[in-house]
């Protein structure tokens, strides 16, 4: 069994910035790809970056140039740079490793 632990969410104001963290534990074999997805109210959960276990990451349209996404195999853990965050980024954001284990979700709020 997988578990994905997510930190650093919470309240910023538009044009600023937070960095999201993901860690994984637990029965982890090899490199495994690893993403962002999130689900504001009202709306389907859907892909914001993903970083594979070869080859490049790939984004949202809604997000690139904005959002960067990497990762520390030897930690297991990867991570979700927002930079110039918009009111519509506001959402809860969730790890996922294969789209198969999920965290428990972060709640991003870009407000004034």
């Known amino acids: 069994q997988v578990r994905l632990v997510e930190s650093g969410g919470g309240l910023v104001q538009p044009g600023g910035s937070l960095r999201l963290f993901c860690a994984a534990s637990?029965?982890?074999?090899?490199?495994?790809?690893m993403g962002w997805y999130r689900q504001a109210p009202g709306k389907q959960r859907e892909l914001v970056a993903r970083?594979?276990?070869?080859?490049?990451?790939n984004y949202a349209d809604s997000v690139k140039g904005r959002f960067t996404i990497s990762r520390d195999n030897a930690k297991n853990t990867v991570s979700l740079q927002m930079n110039s965050l918009k009111p519509e980024d506001t959402a809860v954001y969730y790890c996922?490793?294969?789209?198969?284990?999920w965290g428990q979700g972060t709640q991003v709020t870009v407000s004034s």
């Open positions: 637990g029965s982890i074999f090899g490199i495994n790809a």
């Open positions: 996922t490793m294969n789209d198969y284990y």
């Open positions: 970083i594979p276990s070869g080859g490049s990451t």
